[in-house]
Antibody, heavy 122, light 106 residues
Framework: QVQLKESGPGLVQPSQTLSLTCTVSGLSLTSNSVSWIRQPPGKGLEWMGVIWSNGGTDYNSAIKFRLSISRDTSRSQVFLRMNSLQTEDTAMYFC????????????????WGPGTMVTVSS | DIQMTQSPSLLSASVGDRVTLSCNASQNIYKYLNWYQQKLGEAPKLLIY???TLQTGIPSRFSGSGSGTDFTLTISSLQPEDVATYYCYQYNSGPTFGAGTKLELK
């Protein structure tokens, strides 16, 4: 079955760079797209970006200059790197499969990882 | 960027009630809207995609409607397990989530 699992450092110092890994199983990254979504404590969801099945990427315009998403298809892993971290980047970070149902307009996040909490603090 | 406004932000209802949650887009998003349910401490779960299509395994008491800028999620008969926060999500352009509606039992 399809599974995703995020991993990361837990604690990052302000101004440093965050590196997260999403390890997927039950699907191929060459035919599936994966997004990163984050959620600050007690707040709503924010779409961060996507790496498409063809390896192309799109990012949230509010953070695109700090964010990079890449992948290693042989290891079934998707990576997030975000620089210049501030306390407002403290959040639960989720990866999710971004799936297109057939050839129509149906795109959705159907499988999610459990999330990894990142705290930005000195 | 397209802004998504959900109302109310908090809704209290009783078991068996018909519940309606609203989501308004700042510009036309046609029907490119999904609904997610998030229970405390869990990842969000897909309920409805493309405005009205029920995801596999989701109870039929959930339904979605709307088009353009105004959308609703309806629960026909509220159950205790429906206590959660509900998010709308538009994917017409520059994908964005609404701020959520927290649904609690009265």
């Amino acid at each position: 079955q399809v599974q995703l699992k995020e991993s990361g450092p837990g604690l990052v110092q302000p101004s440093q760079t965050l590196s997260l890994t999403c390890t997927v199983s039950g699907l191929s990254l060459t035919s599936n797209s994966v997004s990163w979504i984050r959620q600050p404590p007690g707040k709503g969801l924010e779409w961060m970006g996507v790496i498409w099945s063809n390896g192309g990427t799109d990012y949230n315009s509010a953070i695109k200059f700090r964010l990079s998403i890449s992948r290693d298809t042989s290891r079934s892993q998707v990576f997030l790197r975000m620089n210049s971290l501030q306390t407002e980047d403290t959040a639960m970070y989720f990866c999710a499969r971004y799936y297109r149902d057939g050839y129509g307009p149906n795109w959705y996040f159907d499988f999610w990882g459990p999330g990894t909490m990142v705290t930005v603090s000195s | 960027d397209i802004q998504m406004t959900q109302s109310p932000s908090l809704l209290s209802a009783s078991v068996g009630d018909r519940v309606t949650l609203s989501c308004n887009a700042s510009q036309n998003i046609y029907k490119y809207l999904n609904w997610y349910q998030q229970k405390l401490g869990e990842a969000p779960k897909l309920l409805i995609y493309y405005t009205y299509t029920l995801q596999t395994g989701i109870p039929s008491r959930f339904s979605g409607s709307g088009s353009g800028t105004d959308f609703t999620l309806t629960i026909s008969s509220l159950q205790p397990e429906d206590v959660a926060t509900y998010y709308c999500y538009q994917y017409n352009s520059g994908p964005t989530f609404g701020a959520g509606t927290k649904l609690e039992l009265k």
